[in-house]
């Protein structure tokens, strides 16, 4: 994707992104980076070469059939539900996503709340802010060490699940996948 000389790529970026890739975007000198919540991001239509998204924003036929210029869309994560994909291709834009991008983080998150389930952590602090009194061994959770998951869908996520697993529980896996060839 070219533009002329004179001009930079205009990449219109909707919903909310780290800083640190939004740094990155404003550094470049061939990249002019609209960021929501600027009034403009409404009106990307006209102008936008590209578009960065992650799920929140949906791109429709609709949105396809008034952005001419656009050649672009990058997802952030995965999923691509949230882009009409028929008229992407109708129009000729190209979407890209990035599947590996927050693996890791997903894992942690997952092993975060299968602790905080566990250990009954939102139930006690619920408690705690109304003023109750707690008696420890009255809301003793469950030790998560040793102990068997199962994990559905062996992607990037479940895989790192898995590792994140049995290096901090110790703990087996029990895995179900439906696309997994069948001699693994």
Not at 2 to 27: A, C, G, Q, R
Not at 47 to 54: E, Y
Not at 61 to 75: G, H, M, Q, T, Y
Request: glycine content about 6%; aromatic content about 4%; overall charge positive.
């Amino acid at each position: 994707m070219s533009t002329p000389s004179n001009s930079k790529l205009i990449v219109f970026v909707p919903d909310p992104y780290h800083i640190d890739e939004i740094t990155l975007l404003k550094s470049n000198e061939a990249i002019e980076a609209i960021f929501s919540p600027n009034s403009e991001c409404q009106h990307w239509h006209e102008k936008a070469d590209a578009l960065l998204l992650r799920s929140e924003t949906k791109i429709t036929a609709n949105d396809f059939d008034k952005a001419k210029k656009l050649k672009v869309i990058v997802k952030q994560g995965v999923g691509i539900d949230n882009i009409d994909l028929d008229a992407a291709k109708t129009h000729g834009v190209a979407i890209c996503n990035t599947p590996a991008l927050n693996g890791e983080t997903v894992a942690e998150l997952t092993i975060a709340l299968a602790l905080a389930v566990a250990r009954r952590i939102c139930e006690i602090d619920q408690r705690i802010r109304k003023g109750e009194k707690i008696i420890r061994s009255k809301v003793l959770g469950r030790g998560l060490f040793k102990k068997s998951i199962g994990i559905i869908g062996m992607g990037n996520i479940g895989k790192e699940v898995a590792k994140k697993w049995i290096a901090a529980m110790n703990g087996t896996i029990i895995a179900y996948d439906p696309f997994a060839p069948d001699n693994t």
